[in-house]
Nanobody
Framework: QVELVESGGGSVQPGRSLTLSCTYR????????LGWYRQTPGKQREFVAG???????NYSPSVKGRFTISRPNGGNTAHLQMNDLMPEDTAVYYC?????????????????WGKGTQVTVST
């Protein structure tokens, strides 16, 4: 059974950094795209960042320049380095995986979801 396993997250003060990681497990296939969406109570899940296995990346305008997504060696683990965090970045972050397309701000998510990890930015 394939799954996305997340790690990272937590609580930090504004201006600080956090790193999220996500690993695709369950088969030997290299998944095409990995990325993150985030959600706050009462709002729709929104795209944050995505990376293909050849490290083509896409970002939401709200995080571009502050967040960096990477897939070392084009493998099945992705990292989201989040710098200069702001209170409005507070959300549950969900890893997402797609077999057949890039993850983009104006696209749709893939069929695989992680369980989510909480990121809280506050004083």
């Amino acid at each position: 059974q394939v799954e996305l396993v997340e790690s990272g997250g937590g609580s930090v003060q504004p201006g600080r950094s956090l790193t999220l990681s996500c690993t695709y497990r369950g088969d030997s296939f290299t998944i095409y795209a990995l990325g993150w969406y985030r959600q706050t109570p009462g709002k729709q899940r929104e795209f944050v960042a995505g990376a293909t296995f050849h490290n083509t990346t896409n970002y939401s305008p709200s995080v571009k320049g502050r967040f960096t997504i990477s897939r070392p060696n084009g493998g099945n683990t992705a990292h989201l380095q989040m710098n200069d965090l702001m209170p409005e970045d507070t959300a549950v972050y969900y890893c997402n995986g797609a077999y057949d397309r890039k993850l983009r701000n104006d696209g749709s998510p893939g069929p695989l979801w992680g369980k989510g990890t909480q990121v809280t930015v506050s004083t």
